[in-house]
């Protein structure tokens, strides 16, 4: 690998990863077309740069994304961490809802059908998806880890947990990794549920640490600038007077870019990198993209150290932020904390 990044450990015994992973959704699902053979690309560069966590799940194109990135990880298998999640599916008849399912025989159907899309013998870090409140969450982690013992799964995460519930799951069995939004625009994780990842000794894996590309500049309205199927038409923040307002905060982003000779991204991913510092508990953030040349943007953000002015700076952002980052909040952890 040439210029290769750092590696951190997930949790106290999880696998050891690139600082930086890479979202694979949209490579299947999510955010409109996409090219196969520019995603294949971009899976390969990623790697050649030190990113070893790939992160997918069922839901993604139900379940295309996880055969879609079936032969990069067949070809690759010894040197990547692949990481795919169970819990949330949507009806072909309805593609605005959601359903969300913790209890343990779906579980095991759903681990033994991501077993064969992904074409291997364990999954190495196993998420549950979003929660289910109404199945107990130590029966959920307890089906878990009962998939660990029998070799299915080697490490276990959450996603958009509360503290609470990340508390008790780590009473059944280690959770190596928490994932959930966290970025220059959504920081509700960091009263609760950051103290008590860094108290248990687990990592934090933001995902959409760019904002869904809103930080990077590259769209202001979705209703008007995306594509008719992008599910960020669907949220309040990235439509009308939201959108608006929102894109006015990106004003002290393009001060430091230009500062440091970078682009939005690159200051919105070392932002959410140096939370590691911050914080004091490993950050993995997952920048999703399409493109290899992206990747080699996102990886070198890696690489940018901001300094306390530069913070001062863009730590109001997020406290102005209009919209919601999901039209319904009760299936994020901040609306359940």
Same mark, same amino acid.
């Given at each position: 690998?040439? &210029? ?236 009308? &007077? ?96």
């Amino acid at each position: 690998m040439t &210029d290769s990044i750092p590696t951190v450990r997930l949790g106290e015994d999880g696998p050891q990863v690139g600082v930086q992973g890479l979202g694979c959704m949209g490579m299947s699902f999510g955010y409109g077309p996409a090219d196969a053979e520019a995603s294949r690309a971009t899976l390969e560069r990623a790697l050649e740069l030190g990113v070893t966590l790939y992160d997918t799940a069922d839901m993604y194109g139900s379940g295309e994304n996880e055969r879609f990135l079936a032969p990069f990880f067949k070809a690759h298998r010894d040197e990547v961490v692949i990481a795919t999640k169970f819990a949330l599916s949507i009806p072909p008849d309805d593609p605005t809802k959601r359903i969300i399912r913790n209890d343990p025989p779906y579980i095991r159907q759903a681990v033994e059908a991501s077993l064969q899309r992904l074409e291997v013998d364990v999954i190495d870090l196993y998420y549950m998806h979003r929660r289910d409140v109404n199945v107990p969450i130590e029966e959920t982690v307890g089906t878990m880890a009962e998939l660990v013992r029998e070799g299915k799964v080697k490490h276990l995460g959450l996603s958009e947990v509360t503290a609470d519930e990340l508390r008790a799951a780590q009473a059944v069995h280690p959770i190596a990794a928490v994932q959930s939004e966290w970025s220059l625009f959504s920081r509700d994780i960091e009263p609760k549920v950051v103290p008590a990842a860094r108290e248990l000794g687990v990592a934090l894996v933001p995902y959409s640490p760019l904002g869904r590309g809103f930080l990077t500049g590259g769209f202001v309205r979705a209703d008007q600038d995306l594509t008719e199927g992008d599910t960020r038409r669907m949220i309040p923040r990235f439509t009308g &007077d939201n959108a608006e307002a929102n894109a006015a905060l990106l004003e002290p982003v393009r001060a430091v870019a230009q500062a440091h000779g970078a682009s939005l991204g690159q200051i919105a991913l070392a932002w959410v990198q140096q939370r590691a510092a911050v914080h004091g508990l490993p950050v993995v953030p997952i920048p999703g993209t399409r493109k290899p040349t992206r990747v080699e943007e996102n990886v070198a953000a890696t690489r940018i150290t901001l300094t306390e002015e530069e913070l001062a700076l863009l730590e109001p952002i997020a406290g102005q932020v209009a919209g919601n980052r999901y039209a319904d909040m009760s299936f994020a952890s901040a609306g359940r904390e």
